[in-house]
């Protein structure tokens, strides 16, 4: 048994954050798994025993657990060459982390899960409202991250770093909210350089 566990919902991409990180640096990990759909991470057992925010992904290391996808993947990749080892380039990964969870995630990952899980008809009004400004601020920062790739294999130069997969694993799967990556073939491209490294594994692996 793993002296890691995730708590997490295997077809969220932050979680899948997690899993793609620890597979590509041979880390073994143990799933267990929360429907989402069905409320169990507001049970009182999840709140009191695995989160008190009631979200996943949590990533339990022993007796203490670590909740925040990007936080989680920190802590997998510390001392690897996922993490840079120059000062810049490292607070530039962290740059891209934090901007996936304020300008990609909302809109990118919160469309898939409407559309491709709850489906749109099952939308409240106040949500449909939402979807065209969601598409325009998904579709800006998809194009912002393909002219980014336009200069550089990489979020941070030649070599994959956490900003690569923070920002690969909703990414990969945007068609779900409707997002047409084809717009974009830098980051098409760029999708490939990551599907094809060592140790890759797919999100519904």
Known sequence: ?????????????????????????????E??????????????????GVNANGRIPVL?????????????????????ALIPADRFDR???????????????????TLRFWRH???????????RSQIPAKEAAGNAALALMDTHLGRTPFFIGSRPTLADIALYAY?????????DLGAYPRLGA????ISALPGYKAIDA
């Open 1 to 29: 048994m793993s002296d890691l566990i995730l708590h997490e919902y295997a077809a969220s991409g932050n979680c899948y954050k997690i899993r793609l990180t620890a597979a590509l640096l041979g880390i073994p990990i």
């Open 31 to 48: 799933r267990r798994e929360y429907d989402i759909m069905k409320g169990e991470t507001r049970s009182a057992a999840f709140l009191d």
């Open 60 to 80: 339990q290391i022993g007796d203490d657990y670590l909740p925040e996808s990007n936080a989680a993947c920190f802590y997998l990749a510390d001392g690897s």
């Open 91 to 109: 607070a530039d990964m962290l740059r891209w982390m934090f901007w996936e969870q304020y300008n990609h995630e909302p809109n990118v990952a």
């Open 117 to 127: 899980f709850i489906g749109e008809s099952a939308l409240s009004e106040a949500q």
């Open 171 to 179: 990414t990969h799967v945007a068609e779900g909210g409707g997002f």
């Open 190 to 193: 760029w999708l490939d350089r």
